[in-house]
């Protein structure tokens, strides 16, 4: 699987390591979940407006045609 190397400060990293300790996850498993939560989160938000956008200027679109 690819991978990717990220930086962290030396607060950012033991803030991480806290966080993975609490949850008793791995930092590379807490760090990946973050990464794709945001991901997906910006696609469905995306997807909202956009859906948004239609439902509002519907009956303008149905006049235009």
Known sequence: MPGLNVRFTEEELEALRERADSEGTS????????????????SRLFEDAAAHVL???????????
């Open 27 to 42: 930092m590379q498993s807490l760090a990946h979940d973050a990464v794709v939560r945001a991901i997906s989160e910006r």
């Open 55 to 65: 439902g509002v200027s519907g009956e303008l679109n149905r006049r235009l045609a």
